[in-house]
C-alpha cells in the first residue's frame, strides 16, 4: 500500500511540476484549463490523469509559442511569410507565358493543344470553337422594307450611316472598330432578354438564346482583330463608350417594344456592314490600305492559313456579316408570322 501511495504521490508532483512550467510560460488560460483537467483527474482517483495531462500540456505549449512568435513578429517579416504562402498569379494576357496557378478551390487546368500537338495561346476561345467561314455566301440578299416597321428600321440605319461617313471617311480599319463596337450589343440584349423570357415563363428557347450570345460573341472577335490592325485615339475611345451607352439602352427599349423591330434593323445594319467591308476590299485592292499580314488571332480563329493577309480577314468578316443578316430576317420573319422564336428551331452553327 505504501509503494501504491508513494507512486501516485510521484505522479502527482510530475503533473503539479508540468503545470506550474506551463503555467508560467503560457501567463494564463491554457494553463488555468490544464490545472482544473488534472485536479479533476485526481480527485476522482485515476492514476493515468496526470500522464494524459502532461501530453496535452506539452501539446498545447507548442500551439502557443508558435502563436506567440508570429504575434511577436515585425510587420515586415509576417508580410514576407505571408507572400511564401501566396501562388504565384498568372499574368493574365492571351499569347503570354502563365505560370501555374493554385488555388484553393482545387478547379483542374489544363494546357490546351493545337491539333498539330504545339500549345494554344489564347484563353478568350478554344480550338473547337474555331471555324472556317463560308465565303460563297450571298452577299447580295436585301429585304425590301414592304411594312411601316421594316420602314422605321431601314431608316434608322440608313441615318445612322451618314454621322458614321462623315466621321470616318475612308478609314475603314476605324471604322470597322466602331462598327462592331455596336453590332456585338444587338445579340447580348437579344439573348439576355430571351434568357430572362424564358425563365419567366418555365419554358425553352428553341437554342435562339444560345444563337444571339454566339453572333455577340461573333462580333467581339472582329472587334479584337481589329484592334490588332488600327488603333484608337483616345478621342474614338470615347466616341465608342458614348456610342455604345446610347445604343444598348435604345436597343434594349425597342426589343422589349417590337422584337420584330428590332431583329429587322439588325438585318439591316449587318446589311450595311457588308457594303462597308466590300468597300473596304476595293481600298486594299487599289493600295489605298497595305495589305498587311494578318493579325494571328485571326488566323486562329477563322482557321486561316499562316500567310493570310489583311485582305482574307475582311473577307471572312463580312462573310460572317451576311450570316447575321439572315439570322436576324429571319427572326423578324417569325415574329411576322405570328410565331415565338422558340417554334423553329434556331439556326445554331451558321456561320
Known amino acids: 500500500m505504501m509503494s501504491t501511495m508513494g507512486r501516485g504521490g510521484a505522479r502527482m508532483a510530475v503533473a503539479a511540476l508540468a503545470l506550474r512550467n506551463f503555467s508560467s510560460a503560457t501567463s494564463g488560460g491554457a494553463g488555468a484549463v490544464a490545472r482544473q483537467a488534472a485536479s479533476a483527474g485526481i480527485a476522482s482517483g485515476g492514476v493515468q490523469a496526470p500522464i494524459a495531462v502532461g501530453v496535452w500540456v506539452r501539446g498545447m505549449a507548442t500551439a502557443t509559442s508558435g502563436d506567440r512568435t508570429f504575434a511577436t513578429m515585425t510587420l515586415a517579416e509576417q508580410e514576407q511569410q505571408e507572400e511564401k504562402k501566396q501562388p504565384q498569379m498568372a499574368s493574365g494576357?492571351?499569347?503570354?507565358?502563365?505560370?501555374?496557378?493554385?488555388?484553393?478551390?482545387?478547379?483542374?487546368?489544363?494546357?490546351?493543344?493545337?491539333?498539330?500537338?504545339?500549345?494554344?495561346?489564347?484563353?478568350?476561345?478554344?480550338?473547337?470553337?474555331?471555324?472556317?467561314?463560308?465565303?460563297s455566301i450571298d452577299l447580295k440578299k436585301h429585304h425590301k422594307p414592304s411594312t411601316m416597321i421594316d420602314k422605321i428600321a431601314y431608316w434608322t440605319v440608313k441615318s445612322l450611316r451618314w454621322p458614321t461617313d462623315l466621321f470616318f471617311q475612308r478609314r475603314y480599319g476605324c471604322r470597322a472598330m466602331m462598327l462592331e463596337t455596336v453590332a456585338a450589343v444587338p445579340g447580348m440584349v437579344g439573348g439576355m432578354l430571351l434568357h430572362c423570357k424564358s425563365l419567366r415563363r418555365f419554358e425553352h428557347s428553341g437554342g435562339w438564346i444560345r444563337t444571339l450570345l454566339e453572333e455577340a460573341e461573333n462580333e467581339r472577335m472582329h472587334l479584337m482583330t481589329f484592334m490588332e490592325v488600327a488603333q484608337p485615339k483616345w478621342y474614338e475611345r470615347a466616341l465608342v463608350i458614348t456610342v455604345q451607352g446610347i445604343f444598348f439602352n435604345a436597343y434594349f427599349l425597342g426589343y422589349v417594344i417590337s422584337p420584330k423591330f428590332a431583329h429587322r434593323m439588325v438585318g439591316y445594319l449587318e446589311e450595311e456592314a457588308i457594303h462597308s467591308y466590300t468597300e473596304f476590299l476595293k481600298e486594299l485592292d487599289k493600295g489605298n490600305i497595305e495589305n498587311v499580314p494578318a493579325p494571328a488571332i485571326a488566323i486562329d480563329y477563322w482557321r486561316l492559313p499562316a500567310d493570310a493577309t489583311l485582305k482574307d480577314v475582311v473577307e471572312v468578316v463580312r462573310a460572317d456579316e451576311a450570316h447575321h443578316r439572315d439570322v436576324n430576317h429571319l427572326a423578324s420573319d417569325i415574329h411576322y408570322q405570328g410565331h415565338e422564336l422558340r417554334d423553329t428551331p434556331a439556326p445554331l452553327g451558321y456561320h
Open 93 to 135: 494576357g492571351d499569347g503570354n507565358e502563365d505560370k501555374e496557378i493554385v488555388s484553393y478551390w482545387d478547379i483542374p487546368t489544363r494546357k490546351i493543344r493545337k491539333e498539330d500537338g504545339t500549345e494554344w495561346k489564347w484563353n478568350s476561345f478554344m480550338p473547337w470553337e474555331t471555324y472556317k467561314a463560308d465565303t
